[in-house]
């Protein structure tokens, strides 16, 4: 491992906020993503603090490799969504139905736009964004879901481009984060 | 120059164009680039991430801890695999520095004892060899010796 990296994870207290990261991330991406609560087990009877904790112990024991050159944190977040998608795809996964969740979120396939997307449906995404009564009645919400229809790239951006405090961008993105799965499943309906 | 607040600002696209008129819109990229927004939280200290865990329900102590224990469980299946692959290289190495010491007669053992001392088989054998007395060794004892030599020049 490079010792740019090694250090984050020798030294307890590096280690500790970098998971505590990777947790808060796996959870949002699972809820996200996967129509997933904390009432519900993963796949294999797993949980997201497993998925962190395993793949924390793979990177540390050598069996799954770091760019040294890149940033550690995205590239974990990558694997992390490699690891949830293999749990999801395993046969046993295909019994899992997660109550409430539609079949596609439930089982096979991850609720994501980033795969090719024909143009309307990505318009149809944020034209259900900007009409939910939440950034409706949010003027700040609703210029943060339009900067990111423009194609900013990332928090900065926005905040720059609509000239509102970062920190307020991100609480934006965080209310967004809750609401995105309903719009999700109205879009496949 | 880009308004203050979203207050004073209508939810225009062509107006919002004037102000970012270089941004790209590919549609995939603006549809996965909203939705890793969705999922950063880069601007919460540790004590906010940990604030939030354990407002959903998690014992963030407990977590932390099977933390620990898999990052020590990740570092003993390291060492484990580099003492295997060290074990390995020596066995590979073994014969590579003096030949096959088997089936060496003792006066051959001899030979390469005095070469490693005068350096020829490098800094390393030379130094385990100098205070040696190859004298007093018998033919098993010179032999042992040599392998061992050759075990840790190639653990290297």
Redesign the interface.
Known sequence: MAPEHSETFSKPEKRHELVLRLLVFTRKYLRVHRGWNSDRMLPQGKDPQDIVTDLLEKIVAGDRALNAGDELLPQIMGMIKSEISNLFASSSAKQVSFVGATDKQSNHEPVTMATPAAAAEVNDLFDLLLAHPVVAADTDLGMVVLAYKEGADGPSAVAKAIGLDVKKVYECQRNLAKIYPSIKNALRK | M??????D?P?D?KC??K??PT??????????????????????S?AE??K??ES???D?GK??S??????A???R??FK?QANAAKLRAELAQGSMFGVLEFKSRSELLDLFLAAVKGKFGGEAMARCRNKTADMMSESELRSWLEDIEKISASK
């Open positions: 880009p308004a203050k607040s979203g207050e600002l939810l696209q919002f164009k102000i970012a941004m790209d819109t590919n549609d995939n990229q603006t549809a996965r680039k909203l939705e890793d927004a969705l999922l950063d939280d880069g601007d919460l540790f991430l940990r939030t865990l959903e329900g998690v963030v977590f932390l099977k933390a620990d224990s898999a990052y469980a990740g570092c299946a390291q695999a």
